[in-house]
C-alpha cells in the first residue's frame, strides 16, 4: 500500500532555533496533506491542511508565522516550527490522500520534536 | 461543528475475549464517514475500519466489527477475540462535509487498550 515518510522521526532542539520537518508521500502524488499534532496522551489535532502550489489553511488558533507549512511539490509538505520554546515540543503527524476511499488516506510515522 | 467524544479513557480485557470501545459523535452533515485507528506506543496511526454514514451494513474488518447506530449517533469498535498485540491506544474519527471536505479527520480523546494474559 501506498506509504507516507516523515522525516525526522525524532529531534531535539535548543530554543529559539527553526526546526524543519518533511513529509513525503513515497509512491503517490498528494495534491493535499495535513498537520496534526499531538501532546502526550491526548487527541491529534488539526492544525494545517497543506495544499500544493497554494498556501495552507490554518485552524483557528494556530500561529502561521510559527508553523511554516510549504506543500512545494505533489509528493513532499515540510512544517517548519520558527523560533522554537518548550511548550512547542510535541508530536507532529502529516496525513496524506491518496484517493477518496477510507483506505487511502495515509498517515506518516511522526516527528517527536523536543525543545530545551 | 463535529464532535467526537470517548469516554473510555482506558480498557482493560482479558486475552480471547472480546471488547467493545465506544464512541459517539455529532455532526449536521448527512453524509460523513466514521473511522477506527489504531495508535501503538511508536506513534503510527494504522487505519482498522471505516463506516459510511449511508452504509446500511456494519463494517468488519477481520476481528474488528464497527457497530453502527445512526439514530443513537455511535459507532462502537467492537475487537474480537483479544490479542495482546492489542494493547493500543484506538481512536475514534470522522470526516465530514462541514470539516471542509477532504480528508480532514476530527478525532476523539482516544481510548487506551491493554490486554491482559
Known amino acids: 500500500g501506498a506509504v507516507v515518510s516523515q522525516h525526522p522521526s525524532w529531534v531535539i532542539c535548543k530554543s529559539g532555533t527553526s526546526v524543519k520537518i518533511e513529509c513525503r508521500s513515497l509512491?503517490?502524488?498528494?495534491?493535499?496533506m495535513f498537520w496534526y499534532r499531538q501532546f502526550p496522551k491526548q487527541s491529534l489535532m488539526l492544525m494545517a491542511t497543506?495544499?500544493?502550489?497554494?498556501?495552507?489553511?490554518?485552524e483557528q488558533g494556530v500561529e502561521k508565522d510559527k508553523f511554516l507549512i510549504n506543500h512545494a511539490s505533489l509528493t513532499l509538505s515540510t512544517l517548519t516550527v520558527t523560533s522554537a520554546h518548550p511548550e512547542d515540543s510535541s508530536f507532529y503527524i502529516c496525513?496524506?490522500?491518496?484517493?477518496?476511499?477510507?483506505?487511502?488516506?495515509?498517515f506518516g510515522e511522526g516527528s517527536r520534536l523536543t525543545v530545551l | 461543528a463535529q464532535k467526537i467524544t470517548q469516554t473510555q479513557p482506558g480498557m482493560f480485557v482479558q486475552e480471547k475475549e472480546a471488547v467493545t470501545l465506544d464512541c459517539t459523535y455529532d455532526?449536521?452533515?448527512?453524509?460523513?464517514?466514521l473511522f477506527w485507528y489504531k495508535q501503538p506506543s511508536s506513534g503510527e496511526m494504522i487505519f482498522l475500519i471505516y463506516?459510511?454514514?449511508?452504509?446500511?451494513q456494519n463494517a468488519t474488518e477481520g476481528r474488528y466489527s464497527l457497530n453502527f447506530q445512526k439514530a443513537r449517533k455511535s459507532a462502537n469498535l467492537v475487537i474480537s477475540a483479544s490479542q495482546l498485540g492489542d494493547s493500543a491506544m484506538y481512536f475514534c474519527?470522522?470526516?465530514?462535509?462541514?470539516?471542509?471536505?477532504?480528508?480532514?479527520?476530527?478525532f476523539g480523546t482516544g481510548t487506551q487498550l491493554k490486554v491482559e494474559l
Open positions: 496525513s496524506a490522500r491518496e484517493g477518496w476511499a477510507a483506505g487511502e488516506l495515509f
Open positions: 509512491d503517490f502524488q498528494a495534491t493535499t
Open positions: 497543506s495544499n500544493e502550489g497554494s498556501k495552507a489553511t490554518y
Open positions: 455532526t449536521s452533515d448527512q453524509s460523513y464517514g
Open positions: 463506516q459510511g454514514s449511508y452504509d446500511e
Open positions: 474519527a470522522m470526516r465530514a462535509r462541514g470539516t471542509g471536505g477532504g480528508n480532514k479527520l476530527t
